[in-house]
């Protein structure tokens, strides 16, 4: 009823108004020179489309709109460009494309002064400003300010791909997609930076690679004021806010934030591993991590800090190494409040917390709370080593590993203490020797409530309770609870000593013997007791020492109950118990210990084998070497 009496009301006023100049819509007010124009604007407010398609019964308020549109059933395309000779099916879109070729933008922005070569874009453009979204979605509550992207989302939910490639069959759900496509196959990239002169397969690739240089990011969110050089990461960003996950997976309906990761995702529970790499086999799930991994073979790192230079092989760990400068960390726990500059990271700490450990080995079933370390522990099955040192060939489980390795070569130590300027090689021990400063005990064991500066001291604490000893040396099955036990205790049967004192070149077995014997050429004492000042160069001897002061003496005698302040004392009262006895070949005097007849046997020999770095002296036993050392010293004090 309302459209015939529009349509009626149209012919009346066209009949009192023809000799008029202008004719004008009721409606909108919009003006026309001729009657027959304001008769077809008319049917768009009617919403009359009097002319439909036989073959698909579309309407069309127009007749030539419906002229044109049997061309896309026929796909006649009466009109050629005269430059370029490409064909269209309607005269106005070649018009349009005409101006492609003369660079002619006749419409412009009356807000910002953008010009545009076609009026319908012109129309588009303004919603930008107007923020208009008339087109709505019926299956959900999104919304488009254009007309054919509410039909491409449509497709989401049908789950419609009408365009499929002629060379794989691979389908999509937008034409321009299936194009895009097609460059893959011919590898077309007809698109190049002028500045760097990269090439890419999309213009809108182009333009977004353009803000790399320019640093431009004109997509900023309304929440937290971060802005996006992309307007997709800045709708992904805002489901951080919503926690909106729109992608589940329909096999075990883990829901997602990115279609990307949900893709991802299902290659989990097919374990297709696509893509592999050429040179050592290495199979991928993802053409990125394939692409990602053969830098580790040609060593490429593309991405590099503007701040230090330093260069990175990923641009995720580019982002992440920026945040060292900034200090920025926006993410904390919500348990002990610890900031973090990564969310994973806050992920993995979260587990700190509940003792969650998602990811277990499929051979000894050992659980992790980190990916990452499951796939360090499985190469102990495997026995993979992949990395390897330039310098000595010498293989490692684990990069990092490698590259504290390489700093035993370069003798680099790009780590100090602000506290006491101790030098480190790796930044967990410069953090881990700040605890002894603080005296920051992170780490408590649940059975006795024992703390810890370290979690593996915690680790290897708790095995006292367990008894667990996991380390056995295969020569004498010897258990350790821990791993550096095992490796020490090897050197027992190999005879190793691979660390050399640099003044003397005597050779030990462990590092930690090393730095306490450069304490006799230095004559330093670090540790010092509280109560007499007496100073000592090893810890071992300072808690020895107190035992003097609180008359202390906690091992006791299990045949006649005597009682001592140490436990080497025990073992040497022990053997008198015994009659364990080691008798000189020369002069038949018996000793309990043998250390003490080697000793012994030196007077026999006259083998002085402890000499004396500032004299030359030489001495048979090292504590009378020691005691000498002492008459140096005075010397230079006095």
Request: some cysteine; glycine content about 2%; charged content about 30%.
């Amino acid at each position: 009823m309302y459209v015939e009496a529009i349509v009626n009301h149209t012919n009346e006023q066209a009949e009192t108004i023809t000799k008029r100049k202008h004719f004008s819509c009721e409606v909108c007010g919009k003006l026309f020179s001729q009657r027959r124009p304001l008769i077809h604007h008319f049917r768009t407010h009617a919403k009359q489309k009097l002319y439909s398609c036989d073959d698909c019964n579309k309407g069309f308020s127009r007749k030539h709109q419906l002229k044109d549109h049997y061309r896309t059933h026929t796909n006649e395309k009466p009109y050629s460009c005269d430059v370029c000779h490409k064909q269209f099916s309607q005269k106005s879109i070649l018009k349009d494309h005409c101006r492609s070729h003369t660079n002619e933008k006749p419409y412009s922005c009356d807000v910002c002064l953008k010009k545009f070569s076609h009026k319908g874009t012109l129309k588009v453009h303004y919603r930008i400003h107007t923020k208009e979204k008339p087109y709505s979605c019926d299956a959900c509550p999104k919304v488009f300010s254009l007309k054919h992207n509410l039909y491409e989302h449509y497709r989401i939910h049908t789950k419609e791909k009408p365009y499929s490639c002629d060379v794989c069959h691979k389908e999509f759900s937008r034409k321009n997609n299936l194009n895009d496509h097609y460059k893959t196959h011919t590898n077309e990239k007809p698109y190049s930076c002028n500045l760097c002169q990269k090439e890419f397969i999309q213009k809108k690739s182009l333009n977004v690679h353009y803000r790399s240089h320019t640093n431009e990011k004109p997509y900023s969110c309304d929440v937290c004021h971060k802005e996006f050089s992309q307007k997709i990461n800045l709708n992904m960003h805002y489901r951080t806010h919503t926690n909106e996950k729109p992608y589940s997976c329909d096999v075990c309906y883990k829901q997602f934030s990115r279609k990307e990761n949900l893709n991802v995702h299902y290659l989990s529970h097919t374990n297709l591993k696509p893509y592999s790499c050429d040179l050592c086999h290495k199979q991928f799930s993802q053409k990125e991590g394939l692409n990602v991994h053969y830098r580790t073979h040609t060593r490429e790192k593309p991405y590099s800090c503007e701040i230090c230079q330093k260069q990175f092989s990923q641009k995720r760990i580019l982002k992440e190494h920026y945040k060292t400068h900034t200090n920025e960390k926006p993410y904390s726990c919500n348990v002990c409040h610890k900031q973090f500059s990564h969310k994973s990271s806050l992920n993995v700490h979260h587990r700190t917390h509940t003792n969650e450990k998602p990811y277990s080995c499929d051979v000894c079933h050992k659980e992790f709370s980190r990916k990452c370390h499951l796939n360090e522990h499985c190469r102990i099955h495997t026995n993979e080593k992949p990395h390897s040192c330039d310098l000595c060939h010498k293989e490692f489980f684990l990069k990092r590993n490698l590259f504290r390795h390489y700093l035993i070569h370069s003798n680099e130590r790009p780590y100090s203490c602000d506290v006491c300027h101790k030098e480190f090689s790796q930044k967990g021990s410069l953090n881990n020797h700040f605890r002894t400063h603080t005296n920051e005990k992170p780490f408590s064991c649940r059975e006795c409530h024992k703390e810890f500066s370290r979690k593996s001291h915690l680790d290897e604490h708790y095995r006292t309770h367990t008894n667990k000893r996991p380390y056995s040396c295969n020569l004498c099955h010897k258990t350790f609870f821990q791993k550096s036990h095992l490796k020490v205790h090897h050197r027992t049967h190999t005879k190793e000593k691979p660390f050399s004192c640099d003044l003397c070149s005597k050779e030990f077995s462990q590092r930690s013997h090393l730095n306490v014997h450069y304490r006799i050429h230095t004559n330093e004492k670090p540790y010092s007791c509280d109560i007499c000042g007496k100073e000592f160069s090893q810890r071992s001897n300072l808690n020895r020492h107190y035992l003097v002061h609180t008359d202390e003496k906690p091992y006791s005698c299990d045949v006649c109950n005597k009682r001592f302040s140490q436990k080497g004392h025990l073992n040497l009262h022990t053997r008198t118990h015994r009659n364990d006895k080691h008798t000189c070949d020369i002069c038949n005097i018996e000793f309990s210990r043998k250390v003490d007849l080697n000793t012994h046997f030196r007077a026999h020999t006259n083998k002085r084998t402890y000499s004396c770095d500032v004299c030359c002296r030489k001495f048979s036993q090292r504590w009378y070497l020691n005691r000498h050392m002492t008459s140096h010293s005075k010397d230079k004090t006095s």
